[in-house]
C-alpha cells in the first residue's frame, strides 16, 4: 500500500501543518561558584546524551482499507501522519548561573550537539480507537512503503542548527 501515493499528500497545505519538537537529556554536570560575595554566580560545564525529535503534523486522513504493516493491523477509520528527524547526540555544554534570589536563578548557556545518529522518518499512528490499543510504525524515508513520492523535499525543509545559545530561568 502506498502510504504517500494519493493525490492528497502532493496538496502544498498538507505541509503547512503543526511542528513541534521533544527532547531528552541525561548527562553530568560540574559547577564552581565564582562569585564570593552576595548570591551565587555558578559556572557550570557539562556533557549529556541527548535524543531530539523534530516533526511536522501532516494531518489525520481517512483509511477506507485496513492494512498489515511490520506485523501490525492498521484498521481504524483515521490515521495520522507525522515527518520528522530523530537524532541522537551526545552535548557538551557551558553554561554561567546566576542565582537572581532565593527562589529564582538565570541560566546563560552554550551547547554544541555532535550527532551520533539521525534518522528521517515518516511516522504514521492510529488517531481513533482506545489509546492503550492504538498502534503507530516509523517509516524511514528510503522504505519501499513511500512510493510516489520521489523528491523527498519536506525533510528539506527541516534545518535543525547543531549550536545553540539561550537563556532560561531556573528555580532554585
Same mark, same amino acid.
Given at each position: 500500500m502506498p502510504i504517500l501515493g494519493d493525490n492528497n499528500c502532493r496538496n502544498p497545505l498538507?505541509?503547512?501543518?503543526?511542528?513541534?519538537?521533544?527532547?531528552?537529556?541525561?548527562?553530568?554536570?560540574?559547577?564552581?561558584?565564582?562569585?564570593?560575595?552576595?548570591?551565587?554566580l555558578f559556572l557550570q560545564v557539562g556533557v549529556s546524551i541527548s535524543n531530539m525529535g523534530h516533526y511536522v503534523d501532516m494531518g489525520t486522513h481517512e483509511n477506507s482499507t485496513p492494512f498489515r504493516y511490520r506485523g501490525k493491523n492498521f484498521d481504524a477509520n483515521k490515521l495520522k501522519f507525522e515527518y520528522g528527524t530523530e537524532i541522537w547526540a551526545i552535548t557538551p555544554e557551558i553554561a554561567i548561573k546566576n542565582d537572581i534570589n532565593r527562589l529564582?536563578?538565570?541560566?546563560?548557556?552554550? $551547547?554544541?550537539?555532535?550527532?551520533?545518529?539521525?534518522?528521517?522518518?515518516?511516522?504514521? !499512528? /492510529?488517531?481513533?480507537?482506545?489509546?492503550?490499543?492504538?498502534?503507530?510504525? $516509523?517509516i524511514n524515508k528510503?522504505?519501499?512503503?513511500?512510493?510516489?513520492?520521489?523528491? !523527498? /523535499?519536506?525533510?528539506?525543509?527541516?534545518?535543525i542548527n547543531n549550536f545553540s545559545v539561550g537563556l532560561s530561568f531556573t528555580s532554585n
Open positions: 498538507l505541509w503547512s501543518h503543526f511542528y513541534y519538537m521533544y527532547i531528552y537529556i541525561v548527562g553530568v554536570e560540574y559547577r564552581k561558584n565564582i562569585k564570593q560575595s552576595g548570591y551565587p529564582l536563578g538565570l541560566n546563560l548557556f552554550i $551547547k554544541y550537539h555532535i550527532r551520533v545518529s539521525t534518522k528521517e522518518n515518516l511516522r504514521m !499512528k /492510529e488517531s481513533r480507537g482506545f489509546f492503550m490499543t492504538r498502534k503507530a510504525a $516509523k528510503s522504505d519501499n512503503a513511500i512510493q510516489d513520492y520521489k523528491s !523527498k /523535499e519536506p525533510w528539506e525543509s527541516i534545518t
